[in-house]
């Protein structure tokens, strides 16, 4: 039961994390934002920054789920589903990311 | 037939002197590391363990270096050169390690 | 041939290396990923294993009854006697008369059957330090020690898992040759692909299905090659160095033999495990007690388990010993901790408590690779990543076929053609080939050669892909796709469908009921992901088809191709 609470927990924060850092590239910020995207500042390094850390607690969050061993391979697998699913979303659904910057701008100001 | 003989010459005979070049060199790295660290004192088996695990990145290496580089055939000349006379090393090594 | 930079170099062994290999790459990644739940594909095939995995059975109870009952196998003893006997010494020993020399058993987490085997060995050799044994292999049920009938083809881990390293070609271990090279492409094809690519990160993230064909396929293909990476060159690289001492870097066993068999016997003089028989009858101490004590062992230490592997060596003899592995299912190494008693009387000869730092690397990327632990999540992970590799592949073939389609048709060359019916029969030929394969398990009678037409049919469904490829290759119309496509994704949806439903009128083992009423994840797993191909086909096939119909419709074949290059490209 702990296990799967610190696996869906690894999940989570990873996809959080690359979205993230996903936005942090201009491309992908006009992606999500539209023409809103012109108004106000990119912040990229606070983006990159939130993404970094998201993936650093997700590898933690490996560590409490299994052995070291294991949760290396857990984490890099997830690295690449989550960078996939990242992919998928901007490009068929990527106004599904505009609460996470919401979230980002209010954490901002 | 024509094509055959451009095809061989161009793209199959650069890619087996690469490979053969890599392979020998992979094959003297790990039968010299080998045959040195058993007679540093390491176990056999830890060392043929590791020098296994270092042999293919070797090999990769050697391949890409010898075929991207503009002298090809003479770069995989003197892999397999080197690696043959590492194989050799090694084999006279064995011998002195063995009663 | 000259290459104006090393990058073009690259591009050039990436491109070829990767349409030549890439057909191998993809039964290896495809099967490969198969084999992540080969336990699973068995219990589905074989409806008489369907029950809970088991723990390894009593030794005394069980195993020595059923090891005892076994002979060595006539094929091997045909072609591998007359090799390792003496004919100095006198006639060969007959079969049946030969003596035993070891005893093993391995289990995990996932068998509810168990593979024991017996060594048997030569009385009289030619080279008397080699290990010269006829072997015999097989299943048992550990509840009852009953053999698990031959013809019962375990389709996941005898099947499917070997094809992925030596594509089921034995004759002269030709296929893992094959499968090594083209693992070694892979690694080329991987560090030239990073090297063509050179916005690497920048493009990270990026599928543009909307812009041109050629774009958005590239795309795909550097997203499904770079998110997993890693993935893809461990898996390679530990490919080849789980079999780099047998097979593909062979040293201690050819050049190196003399030193290896020195320092072998020196670290049996060591470490106390005798390496020759003594010649000394004794009897054999009962296994089940050190099992025990191994057990109590492992708990002292703080970390509890089940054995995982079992092997008796130098049975008979006073020399013979006992050797306990743990199972390896909370760690990556596959077995470890292994403690070995002498057979006679049971007393404690050898505790492996530490490994050195490289084996346990080496236990570390071989057991991420062969992957018995248990862990369902990263197992699943482990089979998007092996789906992954072989989205890259398909991908690279279908770059490869739409960059030159118009230039080909213009130039009546059949090239692009060629590669689109082999990479059909890659792509679509081997969910087929399986499929066929799962299916005819549910519909073939019973009989003595029910697994070899099993294989007769996966490999037969596989070649009829390539050739229904072959025939509706289209070389006059550059802009449309094959047919074949969209009408082998219909046969794959429809095969995987008809999968289920067989198992589930054979067996009476439907969903409804290895999902709620009597759980069966194993088999229910199977069928749910036949369920979802079924599924994902239908809507692909739709997709296709639709396309096909408006290429189609757009270009009139009987215009001439170069008429119809603009409205092709668009």
């Known amino acids: 039961m702990n296990t799967a609470f610190w696996l869906i927990t690894a999940c989570l924060l990873m996809l959080v994390g690359m979205i993230w850092l996903a936005l942090a590239k201009p491309v992908h910020w006009k992606q999500v934002l539209g023409a809103q995207a012109n108004y106000g500042r990119h912040p990229v390094k606070a983006l990159q920054r939130a993404g970094a850390i998201s993936l650093l607690l997700s590898a933690l969050a490996c560590l409490a ?33 505009q609460p996470l910057i919401t979230v980002r701008r209010l954490t901002q100001s | 037939m024509n094509r055959l003989w451009y095809l061989t010459r161009d793209s199959i005979s650069p890619l087996l002197a690469a490979l053969m070049g890599s392979y020998l ?12 660290l058993v007679a540093s004192g390491v176990s056999f088996h830890s060392a043929e363990t590791g020098l296994l695990l270092l042999a293919f990145p070797v090999c990769l290496a050697g391949f890409l270096w010898a075929f991207a580089s503009r002298h090809r055939y003479r770069l995989s000349l003197m892999l397999a050169a080197v690696g043959s006379l590492m194989t050799a090393a090694g084999w006279q090594l064995q011998a002195l390690i063995l009663p | 041939m000259e290459f104006a930079s090393p990058r073009h170099a690259m591009t050039w062994l990436h491109t070829w290396l990767g349409l030549i290999f890439g057909f191998v790459l993809m039964v290896c990644f495809f099967f490969g990923a198969l084999s992540v739940f080969d336990r699973e594909i ?23 009854p059923a090891y005892q009952r076994m002979q060595p196998d006539q094929a091997e003893y045909d072609r591998m006697m007359p090799l390792y006997h003496d004919p100095a010494a006198g006639p060969m020993t007959p079969r049946n008369e030969l003596p035993v020399d070891e005893y093993w058993a391995y289990t995990t987490h996932r068998d509810p059957v168990l593979q024991i085997g017996v060594g048997f060995r030569v009385p009289h050799p030619l080279e008397s330090v080699g290990h010269n044994h006829i072997h015999a292999n097989t299943t048992i049920d550990p509840r009852t020690g009953d053999e698990v009938p031959n013809s019962a083809l375990k389709i996941g881990s005898d099947w499917f898992y070997p094809l992925h390293y030596s594509l089921n070609l034995e004759w002269n271990s030709v296929g893992y040759y094959i499968v090594g090279l083209a693992a070694f492409f892979m690694l080329v094809a991987l560090v030239s692909g990073i090297w063509m690519h050179r916005k690497l990160f920048r493009e990270l993230f990026t599928f543009r299905p909307w812009k041109s064909r050629l774009r958005s396929i590239l795309d795909l293909h550097n997203l499904t090659g770079v998110v997993a990476l890693p993935f893809h060159f461990f898996f390679a690289l530990t490919g080849l160095i789980i079999f780099a001492s ?16 020195q320092q072998e016997a020196l670290e049996a003089s060591q470490n106390g495990l005798p390496h020759e028989r003594s010649g000394i009858p004794a009897p054999l101490a009962s296994v089940d007690a050190m099992v025990l004590e191994a057990k109590r062992l492992w708990a002292e230490r703080g970390m509890a388990g089940e054995v995982g592997f079992l092997m008796v060596s130098h049975v008979g003899d006073a020399n013979s010993f006992v050797s306990i592995y743990r199972a390896g299912s909370d760690r990556v190494a596959l077995v470890g901790e292994a403690i070995h008693f002498r057979g006679s009387d049971g007393s404690l000869l050898l505790q492996e408590l530490d490994h050195p730092a490289v084996e346990s690397a080496n236990e570390f ?27 890259c592949i398909a991908t690279g073939f279908l770059f490869f076929i739409e960059k030159r389609k118009f230039q080909h048709a213009r130039e009546g060359q059949f090239g692009s053609r060629l590669v689109e019916a082999c990479a059909l029969a890659c792509v679509t030929g081997l969910l087929l080939a399986t499929l066929a394969m799962l299916v005819a398990n549910r519909l073939l009678p019973e009989g003595d050669q029910r697994a070899d037409w099993q294989k007769w049919i996966f490999c037969g469904a596989w070649l009829a892909s390539l050739l229904h490829g072959f025939v509706r290759a289209n070389t006059h119309n550059a802009a449309r796709a094959s047919a074949a496509w969209y009408e082998q994704v219909w046969l794959i949806s429809i095969l995987a469908a008809l999968a289920v439903l067989t198992n589930a009128i054979t067996t009476g083992d439907h969903l409804l009921r290895t999902l709620l009423l009597e759980p069966y994840m ?8 036949l369920l979802v191909c079924a599924l994902g086909a239908t809507l692909t096939a739709r997709y296709l088809q639709r396309r096909h119909e408006q290429a189609c419709q757009r270009v009139l074949p009987s215009q001439p191709a170069s008429a119809l290059l603009d409205g092709g490209a668009a």
């Open chain 3, 365 to 391: 990327l071989t057991g991420l690779h062969l992957q018995h632990f248990e862990h369902w999540s990263l197992r699943w992970l482990y089979l998007f990543g092996g789906l992954l590799g072989c989205a």
């Open chain 2, 25 to 36: 060199l992979a094959w003297g790295v790990t039968t010299l590391g080998i045959s040195a």
């Open chain 3, 42 to 64: 068995d219990r589905w095939a074989i409806p008489e294993t369907r029950f809970d995995p088991q723990p390894m059975p009593s030794f005394d109870q069980v195993l020595l």
């Open chain 3, 246 to 261: 047998t097979f593909y870097m062979p040293v201690s066993d050819t050049l190196l033999k003399p030193l290896h068999e």
């Open chain 3, 522 to 529: 194993a088999v229910a797993g199977v069928d749910l992901v």
């Open chain 1, 65 to 97: 789920a299994d052995h070291p061993s294991m949760a290396v391979l857990v984490w890099i697998m997830l690295l690449a589903l989550s960078t996939f699913i990242t992919a998928m979303i901007l490009s068929w659904r990527p106004h599904w990311l």
